[in-house]
């Protein structure tokens, strides 16, 4: 069982920054080690669908909602077993709980625009709110 803990969510001004960490653990079997992966975060904003943020698989190609494109950067480290989502230049449209998210078997085509195409665990999420 894979456990995805975020943090860095809070309150911020439009135009602000914010960054999201999302720790991995469970890890128990070397050839199911986190490097192995697709990692990405999505968000669901009341009334909405939770929809794909940003995702990055395991050789690191990263893709992105056009929504986001720009302004947000996925990033993970392996050695740590976290991701990271850099959240600039925020607009009251990105208020959501923001959940990160894994998922395995990880291969080429595994995320378009920033939408993991299966989820194997969630995140409890953490709430992100931009005033305006």
């Known amino acids: 069982q894979v456990q995805l803990v975020e943090s860095g969510g809070g309150s911020v001004q439009a135009g602000g920054s914010l960054t999201l960490s999302c720790a991995a653990s469970a890890y128990t079997y070397s050839s199911d080690s986190y490097s192995n992966y697709c990692m990405g975060w999505f968000r669901q904003a009341p009334g909405n669908e939770r929809e794909g943020v940003a995702a990055i698989d395991s050789g690191r190609t990263t893709s992105y909602a056009d929504s986001v494109k720009g302004r947000f950067t996925i990033s993970r480290d392996n050695t740590k077993n976290r991701l990271y989502l850099q959240m600039n230049s925020l607009k009251p449209e990105d208020t959501a709980i923001y959940y990160c998210?894994?998922?395995?078997?990880?291969?080429?085509?595994?995320?378009?625009?920033?939408?993991?195409?299966?989820?194997?665990?969630w995140g409890q999420g953490t709430q992100v709110t931009v005033s305006s």
């Open positions: 998210a894994a998922a395995i078997p990880c291969y080429s085509g595994s995320h378009h625009s920033g939408q993991l195409r299966i989820v194997s665990y």
